[in-house]
């Protein structure tokens, strides 16, 4: 059974830095895609960044490009690294994964099989 833990969130002033880790467990298969997804209240949940544990590709969701870095180590544990924080970027941030064989990871959520339950990160101006 495949368990995604989030941690990492917090609470942070504008322009600064947080660094969220996925811990993930149970994988059956190593040809995964891993992503990032948030969540503000109010609003649907949205994607972040995807990576593929084979063929890497990180891929950003445009509001978050240049700020922020997904990245996974060989226990297939993810990363968001995450710069220049703004308040809109408030919100839940959960962790997702899918077994892909694709070189490209879905974007929309609900490909996404496995999640974690969220952690949250808040950016006061």
């Known amino acids: 059974q495949v368990q995604l833990m989030e941690s990492g969130g917090g609470s942070v002033e504008t322009g600064g830095s947080l660094r969220l880790s996925c811990a993930g467990s149970g994988y059956t298969n190593d040809q995964l895609c891993l992503g990032w997804f948030r969540q503000a209240p109010g609003r649907e949940r949205e994607g972040v960044a995807t990576?593929?544990?084979?063929?890497?590709?990180p891929r950003y969701a445009d509001s978050v490009k240049g700020r922020i870095t997904i990245s996974h180590d060989n226990d297939n544990n993810l990363y968001l690294q995450m710069n220049s924080l703004k308040p809109e970027d408030t919100a839940m941030y959960y962790c997702?994964?899918?077994?892909?064989?694709?070189?490209?990871?879905?974007?929309?959520?609900?490909?996404?099989?496995?999640w974690g339950r969220g952690t949250q990160v808040t950016v006061s101006s």
């Open positions: 997702a994964a899918v077994t892909w064989y694709g070189a490209t990871c879905p974007q929309r959520r609900g490909l996404y099989e496995h």
């Open positions: 990576i593929s544990t084979r063929f890497g590709d």
